[in-house]
């Protein structure tokens, strides 16, 4: 034989197999080490190198004094490209240099027949393109020869890199996840509990080792009693040769297997892939390693989800022909479990943490919102704020108003009754500042001639119809001064939506010096009006007795001016009677003197009067039937006369004046229609106020003194009647009265 042979051994039946490794191992030119040829190996070595090349795991052999290495493909990456090839045929003290000093005690007691644990020795190694850390439990066991010499040391290698790396990932994530730990806590005892029946086991396989060393078939036992499921399955049908327990266990289908066909024990795996991975091996020889395959397995009659890590491997005759398949396996199961676990954790942190963000998402968005309406409400505030500046400055610019102008300030609440009012209006009605204003207390003050009608111009205003609007005066009363009071009382009524008023607030002014200044006056017009009335009652009977006696007289002159006399004196003496009526008014003395009299009569008595003193105008009277009238007549004739005189004065001559006299709704409306000046609509609502006159340049000449349609309107007013106008300026008015027929 030389080094050229390309197989060296390849005619030792017990080097046949073992993939790559094998092929080495037949390559070795062993005979250059302390080992010698390999047809002169003892039969233990044989034995043992020969299980080696059939074994999935891996598994290291170190024979003789200067631990000279045997190991197969499994094996060969621990070794990764640092240690292999050279570690074939090579000692492992130099292999191993760098550890030698703990491990070759532990071989030295090896070599004693002790056995030895290395659990957990991290190697890394690139099986996937990369380099990652891996994790084996080593078993150091001593070959025995029958004779009981120990000849090497057996190293069987388990992986436990799945293990320690869920240990580390279970420590990574331990604060997330306590409960998770918890769970990987009792899953880490379970495989600790695993470990230490695989170390006990490995102290049984040890002893079965032992006993292998005496014969082929102690091998066989010594897989029976391996602590990880193994079994062997002969020709393309599958037949079971071997089974060991810890394989029948996860079968479940009892102890009577042997000879029967895997797919006939296991019909539950025909569609989990298994049988056709078994035919693969079987067709190809390639080898199978399947990582946490699920599989659903019938034990003891009922459905079990397992997770294994296993092998097919084939085993190859003398001739190179497969003739079974080698079945090796680790049952997974719990590492799979909390690794879903895990999983399942991490899902759900995942959809909590996507919710999480949403949430934030959706919280981040209402602040925004938020926000813009704060910055809106800011705005609002600051508006709000100005307004209520600018509405504090009214209210003091009022305040001051009210206090210079002396003015008591009141606000009622009809629903209530509540009467609230300033100061000085509780001056006025003789109470303290601090004391409240009980509405009793406000009308009794009042004087008791004004006091009804006061009360009832307060009700009026309540009344949604009147607009709201209060205005009248009274004389108060106060306990405390025994001088009288008047006031002018001034206000408005607010109503809510069903017209129900809500309060009535206004002011009062003390207009008691005003009124007795206007007495005063209206005293002294009186009194001239009075005496004057005396001598033009005289001058008109003497320019009447004048008139009479003068009638026939040829002179044209005396005749004319006598005539013009006559008018001037009833201008006159209507002026001094007007006065006269308004001084009787303001004090109170004007009394209506009632009598049925016919309306027309008068109408046309007032006309012709009118006409007399003013032929320049064409007057006429409508139609009009016999109306009889309860009224004071002199002063429905009064009013007549005054709207003619009017209509006469603000008229050009030569105009027509029409009067007419209609019955509407039981009562009379009169009208006097001309052809005048006219009157501006804001005039309008002042024409029948004392003393008003239009002011207008155009116009001045015309006498008056604003007193004939106050006059006019006070006598309708107190016949329960109305008094109006209707005008446009230029073209001329029409001024209506109207009073009740009974
Ligand atoms: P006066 O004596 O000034 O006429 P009145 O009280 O009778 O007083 O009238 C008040 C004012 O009404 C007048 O000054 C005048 O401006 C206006 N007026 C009255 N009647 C007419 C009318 N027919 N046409 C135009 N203006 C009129």
Redesign the pocket.
């Known amino acids: 034989m030389s080094n050229n042979d390309s197989n060296l051994y390849n005619n030792q039946p017990f080097l046949a197999g073992g993939g790559s490794m094998g092929e080495m191992i037949r390559k070795f030119d062993w005979s250059k080490t302390s080992l010698g040829p390999p047809e002169q190996w003892p039969v233990e070595l044989k034995n043992m190198t020969s299980m080696l090349l059939t074994n999935a795991f891996p598994v290291l052999i170190c024979w003789g004094d200067d631990f000279i290495q045997i190991y197969n493909d499994a094996f060969r990456p621990i070794n990764g490209e640092g240690k292999h090839p050279q570690a074939l045929g090579g000692s492992a003290k130099d292999t191993y240099a760098e550890i030698w000093e703990t491990i070759g005690p532990m071989f030295a007691d090896v070599m004693q027949g002790k056995t030895h644990g290395f659990p957990e020795f991290m190697v890394p190694l690139n099986r996937n393109g990369y380099i990652e850390e891996c994790y084996f439990d080593f078993s150091y066991s001593p070959i025995k020869s029958v004779d009981g010499i120990i000849g090497g040391i057996l190293v069987v290698c388990v992986e436990t890199t799945e293990r320690v790396n869920s240990l580390k990932e279970f420590q990574k994530s331990e604060d997330a996840f306590r409960n998770m730990n918890e769970e990987m806590a009792s899953a880490n005892e379970e495989l600790a509990t695993t470990n230490e029946e695989l170390f006990e086991s490995r102290e049984n396989l040890q002893q079965l080792l032992e006993e292998l060393a005496d014969s082929e078939s102690k091998t066989r036992s010594i897989v029976e009693a391996a602590p990880f499921p193994i079994g062997v399955y002969i020709g393309k049908e599958m037949r079971v040769v071997l089974a060991n327990k810890s394989i029948l266990d996860v079968w479940g289908k009892g102890y009577d297997v042997i000879g029967k066909l895997y797919a006939d024990i296991l019909p539950e795996l025909d569609n989990q892939a298994v049988f056709t991975q078994l035919d693969h091996v079987f067709t190809t020889g390639e080898p199978f390693v399947a990582r946490n395959q699920r599989l659903d397995l019938v034990v003891d009659g009922e459905t079990k989800t397992s997770y294994f890590n296993y092998n097919f491997t084939a085993l190859v005759g003398k001739s190179g022909e497969i003739y079974g398949v080698m079945n090796t396996a680790a049952d997974v199961t719990d590492v799979a479990i909390a690794r879903q676990k895990l999983q399942e954790t991490t899902d759900d942190v995942s959809a909590l943490n996507e919710e999480l963000a949403a949430t934030n998402e959706e919280l981040a968005a209402t602040n925004e919102e938020l926000l813009v309406a704060n910055e809106e409400h800011a705005l609002i505030n600051n508006e709000l704020a100005k307004v209520n500046n600018q509405l504090s400055l009214a209210q003091d610019e009022l305040q001051l108003a009210i206090n210079a102008a002396s003015l008591g300030t009141f606000d009622l609440n009809p629903v209530t009754g509540r009467f609230v009012g300033n100061d000085l209006l509780k001056s006025w009605f003789g109470l303290q500042p601090e004391e409240e204003i009980e509405l009793h207390k406000a009308t009794d003050v009042i004087d008791e001639n004004d006091r009804e009608r006061a009360i009832a111009a307060i009700q009026t205003s309540l009344t949604y119809e009147s607009g709201g609007d209060f205005d009248t005066y009274y004389t108060i009363l106060n306990p405390l001064n025994p001088i009288p009071k008047i006031v002018r009382a001034k206000g408005k009524a607010l109503f809510n939506d069903e017209r129900q008023p809500i309060r009535l607030s206004g002011v009062l002014q003390d207009v008691t010096e005003q009124r007795k200044d206007e007495q005063r006056k209206n005293d002294f017009i009186g009194m001239v009006s009075h005496e004057l009335k005396t001598p033009l009652t005289s001058l008109t009977a003497i320019v009447q007795v004048l008139n009479s006696k003068l009638k026939s007289s040829e002179d044209n002159f005396i005749s004319g001016a006598l005539d013009k006399a006559n008018i001037q004196v009833r201008k006159m003496s209507s002026m001094i009677n007007g006065f006269l009526n308004i001084s009787r008014l303001e004090s109170g003395k004007i009394h209506l003197d009632k009598s049925d009299f016919n309306l027309e009569v008068l109408i046309e008595n007032m006309i012709a009067e009118t006409q007399f003193s003013s032929p320049g105008y064409l007057i006429s009277l409508s139609p009009c039937n016999p109306i009889s009238v309860n009224a004071d007549p002199d002063k429905i004739g009064s009013v007549i006369s ?2 003619l005189s ?2 006469v ?3 050009q001559k030569g105009t027509h004046i029409e009067v007419t006299c209609l019955i509407k709704d039981n009562g009379v409306e009169i009208s ?1 229609r ?1 052809e ?4 501006k609509a804001e ?1 309008v609502q002042h ?2 106020d004392r003393y ?3 002011n ?1 340049p155009n ?1 001045s000449h ?11 309107s006070e006598i309708i007013r107190q016949h329960r009647g109305e008094i109006w106008v209707e ?1 446009t300026p230029g073209k ?2 029409t ?1 209506y009265f109207s009073i009740p027929l009974k």
């Open positions: 005054n709207l009017n209509a004065k603000y008229s006097v001309d005048g000046i006219g009157v005039d024409l029948f008003y006159r239009v207008n116009y015309i006498s008056g003194f604003g007193i004939g349609l106050y006059l006019s005008s001329g008015s001024f």
